[in-house]
């Protein structure tokens, strides 16, 4: 697999502002308020036509419900979206109906997310239906031009889920995602329960699909080889927000954030003679119920100091196009100068959890 090269054109197709979907939890035998699941909590970024916006994180951070709430599957609890300048988090269901022919989905399991019971043919077909007035013989053209495009055979179209492969069934769902000709496809762990050969076809066909029909992506992924080949930028998620923000290129060559840094640590290297000095993180991901106070990070950072656990960091510019909501990039007068950022990547903490002065 080779790089995506930049297309991203500078208009947005989506913007999110303070995006927040909280669950409330009840209990007890008259079912009382017991606590909120905090799965996102004030997400802002924005995505223009023509670019892939990758979205990495640990299981659990809050990205597939993220995704959801963009396509509005499930209903934000604060913020706003905005498609093409029209905010659309709070249009009802027949308002709303426009706005979800350009905004389709792909999902992780590729067998889940198909009807069992129906043929693949009337799998495609059926968006096309529901957003166009067109004769049977229109939407069968249509219907095979897809299965071609998404590299199955026309032969395949009478045929059941259950008698297509993973990688195969996946394909019929990318297909079912271009019926409609969508604007952005919310891509949900699309390779993850894929081979690995099957998966480098089937980001390299969403790739080849981006530059033929100026497709953006949402692709939310835990593995980052993957994300480094398809994203054009990379929003790095923990604990419900955005900790870091900025190009592939910038996040891979030099991370801003302790967590970003502990992930791209993780990546296996395939030359056995590279030696990669690693960041090891302490712990286990906190509860969504009950979240740290100050920085979310701070349980697990090696690198936080007192201010990392009463003040929750906001994501700020550090480097040009280059968002880090992290103490540590500040200057912050109670600890004295700011921290180098090579001190930062050398690991230079103190045995006590302190940062030294630059």
């Not at 022919?101 to 239906?129: G, W």
């Not at 003040?311 to 004295?336: D, F, I, M, N, Q």
Request: a neutral charge.
């Amino acid at each position: 697999m080779t790089p995506v090269e930049s297309t991203v054109a500078s208009a947005p197709l989506l913007e999110v502002e303070a995006l927040t979907k909280h669950y409330d939890l009840r209990g007890g035998i008259f079912a009382r308020p017991a606590g909120k699941v905090h799965a996102v909590d004030e997400v802002s970024f924005a995505i223009a036509e023509g670019e892939t916006l990758g979205l990495v994180g640990e299981s659990g951070c809050g990205k597939s419900t993220l995704g959801k709430t963009l396509l509005r599957l499930v209903e934000p609890t604060a913020g706003s979206i905005v498609w093409r300048g029209r905010r659309i988090d709070q249009l009802d269901s027949g308002a709303m109906r426009p706005y979800r022919r350009e905004m389709q989905a792909v999902f992780q399991d590729p067998y889940a997310s198909l009807n069992p019971r129906m043929r693949a043919a009337d799998i495609v077909a059926e968006p096309i239906r529901n957003f166009e007035q067109s004769g049977p013989a229109e939407i069968r053209e249509r219907v095979a031009a897809l299965f071609d495009r998404v590299g199955l055979r026309a032969e395949q179209m009478p045929r059941y889920p259950y008698e297509f492969s993973g990688g195969q069934r996946q394909r019929l769902g990318i297909a079912r995602a271009l019926a409609p000709r969508p604007k952005l496809i919310v891509c949900d762990e699309p390779v993850s329960a894929l081979d690995v050969s099957v998966q480098a076809q089937v980001i390299n066909l969403l790739v080849d699909l981006q530059r033929e029909f100026g497709l953006s992506y949402l692709f939310v992924a835990h593995d980052l080889a993957v994300v480094e080949h398809i994203s054009h930028r990379v929003a790095v998620m923990y604990l419900g927000r955005i900790v870091e923000l900025t190009s592939t290129r910038a996040l891979f060559g030099s991370p801003l954030h302790p967590y970003a840094e502990a992930l791209l640590a993780a990546v296996p290297v395939p030359d056995p003679t590279v030696r990669r000095e690693r960041l090891i993180l302490a712990g286990d991901v906190p509860s969504p119920i009950k979240i740290p106070t100050g920085c979310r990070f701070h349980t697990r950072c090696p690198y936080a100091f007192d201010r990392c656990r009463v003040e929750e960091p906001t994501l700020k510019e550090a480097a040009p196009a280059h968002l880090v909501a992290c103490h540590l990039r500040e200057a912050p007068a109670s600890v004295g100068p700011a921290i180098r950022s090579d001190d930062a990547q050398r690991g230079k903490a103190t045995p006590n959890g302190g940062v030294p002065h630059g």
